[in-house]
């Protein structure tokens, strides 16, 4: 079973790649960056621009793949930057790509959207019926490529279902204004370098990557998805507290508060629904995060690079 990743080379999509692998599956990727993978029997990685709709068009009529499971995106600063190449690669590619899984016969659809489509102030628990008040582009690039898909679905169209991950962070994240109070804390800590700390009282919900990994294979898998958008969390802690959390660790780990304001995503999310619809659940939380986190990092994967 042939399953298409985009941004495959990506944060996300290296371990989601490796994750499909390892259950069984043939992955074609594709992302615009030289490949990260080692050669793999059961991989095929493209280095394309999911915006190229003619180069994109020749790998599904190449692979016919079965499922797809879309990742490519610009994150939130680049979105703010640049509106514009952010509705041309979040939004456009978005629609292209499930005109073109419509034409394959691609039986289901996984769309990465995020808890950016909710505003930072919603009362929480944050329900999936909360979103539509993103304050970021990149969160409504998020919350329209939902819009697009769900109608999609409604016509018969194609299965779209789509995931919303809180915070994400684990090995080889560098980009994107959340990792200055996730990934980059173990990154710097692990290459001794000091971390200033912008928000320390901040609540954030983190969500390790391979917990990420997990919903979006259980998103895949599961026969049905009645409410086809879900949320997934992990754990909630103050800024602070992750960092005392990795310095547990990384004993060495040097740190200075200096506050400033952060991007804020709601803390407390309620994902009942996928608990209860997909079966998934997190597995990677506070301790066992950080442990896997530093032990991937050290041992690296058989499978791809993590720089």
């Given at each position: 079973?042939?399953?298409?990743?985009?941004?495959?080379?990506?944060?996300?999509?290296?371990?989601?790649?490796?994750?499909?692998?390892?259950?069984?599956?043939?992955?074609?990727?594709?992302?615009?960056?030289?490949?990260?993978?080692?050669?793999?029997?059961?991989?095929t990685h493209y280095v394309a621009d999911v915006s190229d709709v003619i180069a994109i068009?020749?790998?599904?009529?190449?692979?016919?793949?079965?499922?797809?499971?879309?990742?490519?995106a610009l994150l939130a600063d680049a979105c703010e930057n640049d509106p514009v190449l952010?509705?041309?690669?979040?939004?456009?590619?978005?629609?292209?790509?499930?005109?073109?899984?419509?034409?394959?016969?691609?039986?289901?659809?996984?769309?990465?959207?995020?808890?950016?489509?909710?505003?930072?102030?919603?009362?929480?628990?944050?329900?999936?019926?909360?979103?539509?008040?993103?304050?970021?582009?990149?969160?409504?690039?998020?919350?329209?490529?939902?819009?697009?898909?769900?109608?999609?679905?409604?016509?018969?169209?194609?299965?779209?279902?789509?995931?919303?991950?809180?915070?994400?962070?684990?090995?080889?994240?560098?980009?994107?204004?959340?990792?200055?109070?996730?990934?980059?804390?173990?990154?710097?800590?692990?290459?001794?370098?000091?971390?200033?700390?912008?928000?320390?009282?901040?609540?954030?919900?983190?969500?390790?990557?391979?917990?990420?990994?997990?919903?979006?294979?259980?998103?895949?898998?599961?026969?049905?998805?009645?409410?086809?958008?879900?949320?997934?969390?992990?754990?909630?802690?103050?800024?602070?507290?992750?960092?005392?959390?990795?310095?547990?660790?990384?004993?060495?780990?040097?740190?200075?508060?200096?506050?400033?304001?952060?991007?804020?995503?709601?803390?407390?999310?309620?994902?009942?629904?996928?608990?209860?619809?997909?079966?998934?659940?997190?597995?990677?939380?506070?301790?066992?995060?950080?442990?896997?986190?530093?032990?991937?990092?050290?041992?690296?994967?058989?499978?791809?690079?993590?720089?």
């Amino acid at each position: 079973m042939n399953v298409l990743v985009t941004g495959g080379g990506g944060f996300i999509g290296r371990f989601l790649v490796e994750g499909l692998i390892d259950k069984g599956y043939s992955v074609v990727s594709i992302d615009r960056g030289l490949s990260p993978f080692r050669d793999h029997p059961k991989l095929t990685h493209y280095v394309a621009d999911v915006s190229d709709v003619i180069a994109i068009n020749k790998i599904f009529e190449r692979h016919k793949p079965v499922a797809v499971i879309h990742l490519a995106a610009l994150l939130a600063d680049a979105c703010e930057n640049d509106p514009v190449l952010a509705l041309r690669v979040n939004i456009d590619s978005t629609q292209y790509l499930l005109e073109l899984s419509i034409t394959h016969g691609v039986e289901k659809f996984i769309f990465m959207s995020s808890a950016s489509v909710y505003h930072p102030d919603t009362p929480e628990p944050v329900r999936e019926e909360d979103a539509g008040k993103p304050v970021s582009y990149y969160g409504v690039t998020k919350y329209t490529g939902e819009l697009i898909g769900l109608w999609y679905a409604r016509k018969g169209l194609i299965d779209f279902r789509a995931l919303r991950p809180t915070v994400v962070f684990g090995p080889g994240r560098f980009r994107g204004p959340s990792a200055e109070y996730s990934s980059l804390i173990l990154e710097k800590g692990l290459r001794n370098e000091k971390i200033i700390v912008r928000n320390p009282e901040d609540r954030v919900n983190y969500i390790y990557v391979r917990d990420t990994v997990n919903a979006l294979i259980a998103l895949l898998e599961a026969e049905k998805a009645p409410s086809r958008v879900y949320n997934a969390g992990g754990f909630v802690s103050r800024v602070i507290d992750f960092v005392e959390l990795v310095k547990k660790y990384i004993p060495t780990l040097d740190y200075e508060v200096q506050p400033a304001p952060a991007v804020r995503y709601p803390a407390i999310v309620d994902d009942s629904r996928a608990r209860r619809e997909l079966g998934w659940s997190p597995k990677y939380v506070y301790d066992k995060a950080i442990e896997d986190y530093i032990e991937t990092y050290r041992k690296g994967s058989a499978l791809f690079r993590l720089d």
